[in-house]
C-alpha cells in the first residue's frame, strides 16, 4: 500500500494542514490501494505564497530560456525512465487498462518534446522592422511569464492533464500551482517526487489532491495570475465567471461530444478497427472521443454490423490484465451515471444493438458498464448531445455529405472529431468543414506540434506546441 502523508508544496514534502488521509481505492474490487493527504485551503496559502515570492524574486523567470529547457528536459527524461510504473498506478488507481496506460507513454514523450523544441525555438524577444522606415523609435517586443499559475486537471488521464499545462508554464518562466483529483493522488504523488529530482528552484511548483471546494479557491485566489484548466463544461463556465470578474488570464479545455463522420466511400472495416481506438480509448472515459459516429444510410446496416462484432469482442474486465480493452470506471457514481445514459437511450427509442444497462456478469464488486452501442439515433436525443463519458456509442444515419456536416456541427461542443474516406483529399475537404479544434483523418493521432483545443462550449484557448507555450506569456513592447 502506497502513503503520502505529505503535500508537496513549493518544492519540499511538508505537513498538511489537516490530519486525516483519504483512502485510494480499486475501481476494479474496491481493495485499499492507498492513502493521501488533501489539500485544504491553509495549503493552498501557503503554496500560492511560495510561489507568489518565488516569481517575484525572479530566479525561475530570470534563467536564460535555454536553461529552463535543460532542466524540463532532465524531468521528462526522470518520467521516461519510469514510464512503466506510472503506467501501473493510472491503471490501478483510474481503472484504465493498461494496455492504454502503456501507450500513452510515447504519447508524453512527443507531447513533451513539442514543447521543449518550440520553447528552443521561440521568440522571446525581437525587435520589429518599423513599417514607416522613417519611424523615429525602434519596438523590441518581449514575451514574458505571467506570474502564479493555477492548474487544474481531470482525473481521467492525469499525467498527460499535467504535463500539457506544467511544461509550458514552467518553460516560460511561471510559478505553477498544480492542483490534481483526489482520486489521483498516488500517480501525482510520484509526479511530485519526479519534480523534486528535477532541480527546479524553491517555490517554482507545488502538487496539490484537493476536492472542488478547495480547487474553487485556489483559482479564486488573488495570487493566482492565471488559471488553466481542464475538466467539464459545467465547471469550466464557473472557472470563466471567476476569471472574469477578477480579470485573470484563463485557458479552458473542456468537454466534448465528437462525430466521426463515415463518408460512403471508406473502407468500413478500416473505419471500425479505427473507430476501437478513436471511440473506446480509456474506456471512454475521454473528451475526444468520437462517440457520435455518423453513417451514410447507404451503408448504415453494414457499419451496424460491424460495430457490433466489434464491441461485443471486446474483453471487459480488471484493468491490469493485457488482454482487457475496456476497465471500470473510475467511480461509482461514475458508473450510475453512465448506466443511466444507457437507460435513457432506450427510453428516447433508440435501438439497442448491443450492450445494455446490466453490470457485467461477475464483475459487480468493481465500477463497470457494458459496452453499449446504439443505432437510430436522432441527433437531438440526449444521449447524443451530452457527453456521457463511457463506452457507449449512438450511430446517427445522414443522407448526403451536406446533412453529414449539418448534423456533426449541431452540437453545444466542439473537440474533436474524425472523418474516414478512401480519398484524403476528400477527407480533408470535409474536415476543413467540421466546426471542432481537432479533425483526424482515416485515424490518425493527434499531434502535438499543432494546437489542441476546443471550439463553442469546448473551452478558450490552446495547448501543444508553439501556440500552447505562449498562452503562458505576456506580451511587452519596449520602444527605443
Partial sequence: MITYDQLFVAGTWTAPSGTELLDIRSPHDGTLLGRAAQARPADVDR????????????????????ERVAVLRRFDALREQNAER???????????????????????????????????????????????????????????????????????????????????????????????????S???????????????????????????????????????????????????????????????????????????????????????????????????????????????????????????????????????????FIGPMIRRDQQEQVRRYIALGIEEGARLVTGGPQVPAGLERGNYVTPTVFADVDNSMRIAQEEIFGPVLVVIPYEDEDDAVRIANDSEYGLSGGVWSTSEEHAMAVARRIRTGTVTVNGAPVGFDGPFGGFKASGLGREFGAVGLGTYTEYKTITV
Fill in 186 to 324: 498516488l500517480s501525482m504523488g510520484f509526479l511530485a517526487e519526479l519534480l523534486e529530482k528535477t532541480g527546479l528552484p524553491e517555490g517554482v511548483v507545488s502538487v496539490l489532491p484537493a476536492d472542488r471546494e478547495t480547487s474553487e479557491y485556489l483559482v479564486s485566489h488573488p495570487e493566482v495570475d492565471k488559471i488553466a484548466f481542464t475538466g467539464s463544461t459545467r465547471a469550466g463556465r464557473r472557472i470563466a465567471a471567476i476569471a472574469g470578474e477578477q480579470l485573470k488570464r484563463v485557458s479552458l479545455e473542456l468537454g466534448g461530444k465528437s462525430a466521426a463522420v463515415i463518408l460512403p466511400d471508406a473502407d468500413i472495416a478500416r473505419a471500425v478497427r479505427g473507430l476501437k481506438f478513436s471511440s473506446l480509448l480509456n474506456n471512454g472515459e475521454s473528451c475526444i472521443a468520437q462517440t457520435r459516429i455518423l453513417a451514410p444510410r447507404s451503408r448504415y446496416e453494414e457499419v451496424l454490423a460491424g460495430l457490433k462484432e466489434l464491441v461485443e469482442a471486446l474483453k471487459v474486465g480488471d484493468p491490469a490484465d493485457p488482454e482487457t
Fill in 86 to 184: 506510472i503506467a501501473e498506478l493510472i491503471a490501478t488507481e483510474n481503472g484504465s487498462a493498461v494496455w492504454f496506460t502503456r501507450a500513452g507513454q510515447p504519447g508524453l514523450t512527443r507531447q513533451a518534446n513539442a514543447y521543449l523544441k518550440a520553447a528552443e525555438e521561440f521568440d522571446w524577444e525581437r525587435t520589429l522592422v518599423p513599417s514607416d522606415p522613417a519611424s523615429p523609435v525602434r519596438s523590441v517586443v518581449r514575451r514574458e511569464a505571467i506570474g502564479v499559475v493555477a492548474a487544474v486537471i481531470p482525473w481521467n488521464s492525469p499525467f498527460s492533464s499535467a504535463t500539457s499545462k506544467i511544461l509550458p508554464a514552467l518553460l516560460a518562466g511561471n510559478s505553477v500551482v498544480l492542483k490534481v483529483s483526489p482520486e489521483n
Fill in 47 to 66: 503554496a500560492v505564497a511560495s510561489a507568489r515570492a518565488s516569481f517575484d524574486g525572479g530566479t525561475w523567470r530570470g534563467t536564460p530560456p535555454l
